[in-house]
């Protein structure tokens, strides 16, 4: 999957997102502390939640430390996206914090388990759906309604194109990316008379830390060895950053409102909001159609 980047980075520089208040789950790390970054250089305050409070003081300071127009405003709250009173103490910090949530971005994912559906176990697969599926309802849940009230808020869903593809032997993860791009459809819909945008994005092939985890996983070497060889090959001949940086710059791009218009879709790193804007919208219930090849099986 390419990491080029479609808009471009002048439009994005352009962006201010000053007076924004930001979540951004899974922010710990990887796709999710980029995305913070991000938001934080645009000029949104911004509230990162994960399991591990040690990660997430490292993305504050870090935000801190590269400052942005509002000064690297961020706050870190640990909790887990799988429990709904988590979630519900998460989203109350954060608008004591900085104010009623504008910009709602649900990054946080696992992967796995691979095999076949009768080796791999049920509550490892089930996993899968409570962290992405029920992760991701749980948030849209709880900023909504504020959202609905206001007739303003942006939320961004990062799936995948797992979600669009066939993928034997990594169901758990495939279903659940499938089922949290159709959840964002749906919500788009019912949202849009309300002034409320939802998208949900492929954030990118790049290296992180949970691409380790399954080149190092022993059951992805059995059950998806050309998935492995391909992430061994990302690690060695690419620089993740410039997959991180357009995957933040996605995620600026939709938080500024300008692209309401493309509220429903799947949106990939190559594509450009503005030309999308002014092709002829897909059928409703057409996002899970792949627009890109599978790569990586």
């Known amino acids: 999957m390419s ?89 109350e910090a954060a608008e004591k914090k900085f104010g009623p949530t504008t910009v709602m971005v649900n990054n946080a994912g696992i992967t796995g388990p691979y095999g076949p559906i009768w080796t791999s176990d049920p509550d490892d697969w089930w996993d899968a759906q409570e962290v992405i599926v029920r992760g991701t ?68 092939t790049v290296y992180t830390d949970m691409t380790e985890g399954t080149i190092t996983s022993p059951d992805a070497q059995r059950w998806v060895p050309h998935m492995v060889e391909y992430l061994k090959n990302l690690k060695a ?12 710059e996605m995620c600026v791009q939709l938080a500024s409102g300008r692209y309401a218009g493309l509220s429903g879709r799947f949106l990939l790193p190559g594509d450009d909001f503005d030309k999308l804007l002014l092709e002829p919208p897909p059928r409703p219930g057409s996002a899970l159609i792949p627009r890109e090849p599978e790569r990586t099986r």
Request: hydrophobic share 45%; aromatic share 4%; proline share 3%.
């Open 237 to 248: 001949t690419t620089d993740p950053a410039p997959g991180l940086m357009r995957c933040a």
């Open 3 to 91: 990491a080029a980047s479609g808009s471009g980075d002048k439009k994005s520089e352009a962006i201010s997102l000053a007076g924004e208040a930001a979540i951004v789950t899974g922010a710990g790390r990887g796709f999710g502390r980029a995305i913070a970054m991000g938001l934080a250089a645009a000029g949104a305050a911004v509230t990162v939640t994960a399991r591990s409070k040690d990660q997430l003081d490292e993305t504050v300071a870090l935000v801190e430390r590269h400052g942005g127009r509002a000064g690297g405003r961020a706050f870190a709250i640990a909790g887990d996206v799988t429990n709904r009173k988590d979630v519900a103490r998460v989203v």
């Open 137 to 204: 309802l749980l948030f849209m849940h709880a900023v909504m309604p504020g959202m609905v009230a206001r007739r303003k808020g942006t939320v961004v869903n990062v799936s995948a194109l797992g979600g669009q593809w066939f993928a034997p032997k990594l169901t758990g993860y495939a279903v659940a990316k499938s089922s949290q791009i159709r959840l964002s459809e749906h919500a788009a819909a019912e949202a849009k008379e309300h002034g409320v945008s939802v998208f949900s994005i492929e954030p990118g």
